[in-house]
Nanobody
Framework: QVQLVESGGGLVQTGGSLRLSCAASGRAFSGYDMGWFRQAPGKAREFVAA????????YYGDSVKGRFTIARDNAKNTVYLQMNSLKAEDAAVYYC?????????????????WGQGTQVTVSS
């Protein structure tokens, strides 16, 4: 069992930055692939970024590539999402997710555990 708690969301101006954190409890965090997804009102959940269990491979959605960076610290059981050059269209609830083994990183259904989400609001 893995419990995930996101933090770091808030209100930021267009062009600004935020760093989201996702703290995991439970054993064997280092064995899980981790992903970040987001969902805006009336829209489907969208893949943002993912990182494999070792941190050796990262993946990004096209809309955030070059602006967002995912990282993990297995010693702290935490995964991060650094978001730079934020745009109005980045506003959403951001969720972190954990999955183990053969995870299709861009597909929400393949992740087993989800956090409760953290709101990101971008103002112009």
């Amino acid at each position: 069992q893995v419990q995930l708690v996101e933090s770091g969301g808030g209100l930021v101006q267009t062009g600004g930055s935020l760093r989201l954190s996702c703290a995991a409890s439970g054993r064997a965090f280092s064995g899980y692939d981790m992903g970040w997804f987001r969902q805006a009102p009336g829209k489907a959940r969208e893949f943002v970024a993912a990182i494999n269990w070792s941190g050796g491979a990262t993946y990004y959605g096209d809309s955030v590539k070059g602006r967002f960076t995912i990282a993990r610290d297995n010693a702290k059981n935490t995964v991060y999402l650094q978001m730079n050059s934020l745009k109005a269209e980045d506003a959403a609830v951001y969720y972190c997710a954990a999955g183990r083994g053969a995870v299709a990183f861009r597909t929400p259904a393949t992740y087993t555990y989800w956090g409760q989400g953290t709101q990101v609001t971008v103002s112009s």
